[in-house]
Structures are given as structure tokens and as C-alpha cells.
Nanobody, 116 residues
């Protein structure tokens, strides 16, 4: 069955770094654009970064440009989100998302907390 499993979250101090990983299985990963969303309590899920199926095109929300980098390894069926210079406002549950045509898959989410 389809699975998206996030890892790498946790507690980090402001200015620190984390790398999220999302391991995919159960579908043809290389066909899918991959996205990272984040959500805080009481707010909508927001797109943070996106990467095309081949990895040659990326998108970032303005608030993370220059700090976050999305990448993928189609040989390992994994997408990454490198997060540097983290700020308290980056605290959220981060979700991995796969999209192709009418198909959408979500991971279970992983907590990232930025606090001193």
C-alpha cells in the first residue's frame, strides 16, 4: 500500500538546523511532484516547498527562501527538506505530500519545535 513516512523532526534551538526525510513506497515515486507542508494548531496547512518529479524545478514560500532546501533522490524514493537558520515561527507539524494527476498522498506528519 502507499506509504509516506517522515523522519528527522524534533526540538532544536533557534538558529539550528534539521533535515526532514520522507520515504515513499507503494507508488511510482519518480512520477510524482513532492511537497512539504506545515501546519500549526488552528491554522490551515500551508505549502512550504515543492519539487518537480525530475528535481529540476523547486518552489519555496517566501518565509523560508534562503533557509530551506528541498531535494529528492528518485533512486531511494525519498524527498528531503534541509532546514537551516530555524526560527521559532517555523515550529509546526510538517507533512510530506505526493501529487500526480488526480492522485494525492499524505504522510502522517512530524513535529518540528524551535525553542530555546
Amino acid at each position: 500500500q502507499v506509504q509516506l513516512v517522515e523522519s528527522g523532526g524534533g526540538l532544536v534551538q533557534p538558529g539550528g538546523s534539521l533535515r526532514l526525510s520522507c520515504a515513499a513506497s507503494g507508488f511510482t515515486f519518480s512520477n510524482y511532484a513532492m511537497n512539504w507542508y506545515r501546519q500549526t494548531p488552528g491554522k490551515k496547512r500551508v505549502l512550504v516547498a515543492s519539487i518537480s518529479s525530475t528535481g529540476d524545478s523547486t518552489y519555496y514560500v517566501d518565509s523560508v527562501k534562503g533557509r530551506f532546501t528541498i531535494s529528492r533522490d528518485n533512486g531511494k524514493n525519498t524527498v528531503y527538506l534541509q532546514m537551516n537558520s530555524l526560527k521559532p515561527e517555523d515550529t509546526a507539524v510538517y507533512y510530506c505530500h505526493a501529487h500526480y494527476w488526480q492522485y494525492d498522498y499524505w504522510g502522517q506528519g512530524i513535529q518540528v519545535t524551535v525553542s530555546s
